[in-house]
């Protein structure tokens, strides 16, 4: 790993965080925004006081600095606060209901695995109000997008710097590297890339500030780089859906060029991600016909299974974060989050989950549509289409409990619904770029 120098600086600048966010809180947010991904790092100073905690002792940090500074009523104006919320508590009644029946212990232990996972869920939804509580201006707006491709650029290089030692001209297994994510291997690494790649695309625009014109193509090419040697073709797909949906939401030139290269590109890419993907479908050893590889057969010998779990518990399911311990064929996983969701929450878990995501991502789509700020409606694309992108890699598989995959996408929409509060109150909240004209068509509202 090549940002080894970091840790040394994290710790103290972890304090420094908690301690300014109660002055200013938007330091907090930016703080968290560059250490969330970097999990490997994270895990280095956890020996240290507070060290496990400190994502923790900073959240609370910046929730004192939005009391201080008379904004603590933020926290209940975040327009996705009623599907957030039943989110998490859907899923909390779910994890009590699988204790009792499956004779689990009783979820009060922080060290319970099933309580940690929950506790994952429920951080993103308190992390996203939080920022949104925190984050004031299109600059704080600015600077945090900023600060998301820093650390981006960082981890990517990170990959590149062990990729580029290996022998890349076949597919193995061995090949493949989680980087600072850690434990949520490589395909949670590609999974980011592909929702991060698809968010940049999205925001790029020729209007933007100029440190984030400069700061996005190469963050796109090393993330690029990143996901095409992570071998993960859930990711892949991801990433060609959200080039079709860019498609379809923006209507230009510029998309055209970019999908031609994607479909061009197909061709030049290298063997080892040819051997991958060519690899989904191999013959077998007494016939010509195409069948599954190993990898891709477990996954459907694993999907059935948790269909056939569905239909004996199709309502409320076996209870939040089951199927881990129920080790069906040796597996913990249901390699399929929509399956995981169905067989742990029943229908109406997976009813309110799809809920969430059709919402937030109307939050990003409204933004894009309403917005007049050249930064404010691609930052409302840009996040559109990182759902589209979460949508399609936790079809692979469960990308979505893990804090250094999924953070980003919790702390975007907090600045897209931000950015769309700047929108509705253009006189509470002006924006100073020079470049932006601001309509007065309609009167001003009042301060409030």
Known sequence: MTLQFLIPILYPAALLAFALSMWKPEIGVYFLTFMLPLQTLRYEIFDYPMGANIIDLVLFGII???WLNGRAGEFVKIPVRGIVLLFAMYSYLSLWYGTFALGFALPTSAADPRVSVWRTWADFGLMCFVCYAAIKTRKQIEIA??????TALMLSWDFFQVMSFRDLSHYSWDLRYAGVMGFANANGLASFETMFILFLI?????????????LIPPTIILCGY?????????????????????????????VVVLMAALAGGSA?????????????????????????DHSAMERVLIWENAIDLTKSHPLLGLGF??????HPYGFKDTHN??????VEQGLIGLIVFLVLMWKIFLQGYKLFRDGSDPLLSSLGLGFALSVVGALVV?????????????????ITLALVCRGRALVASPATEPITEPEIQVEFDAPLQPAH
């Open 202 to 214: 999205g925001l790029f625009t020729l209007k933007l500030p100029w440190t984030l014109k400069l």
């Open 64 to 66: 004192v600095g939005v």
């Open 145 to 150: 997008v900023g600060v998301m491709c820093v």
């Open 321 to 326: 974060d089951s199927y881990a311990f129920l």
């Open 268 to 292: 030049l890419l290298p063997t080892a991600v040819t051997d991958r993907i060519s690899g989904t479908y191999s013959g077998g050893d007494t016939t010509t016909e195409a069948t599954l």
């Open 394 to 410: 936790n079809f692979f598989g469960d990308r979505w409990s893990y804090l250094q995959v999924d953070s980003y996408l919790w």
């Open 337 to 342: 989050f929509y399956l995981k969701i169905l």
């Open 226 to 254: 990143g996901l095409l040697f992570t071998f993960s073709r859930g990711a892949y797909i991801g990433l060609v859906v959200g080039v079709i949906a860019l498609g379809l939401l923006r209507k230009n030139v510029y």
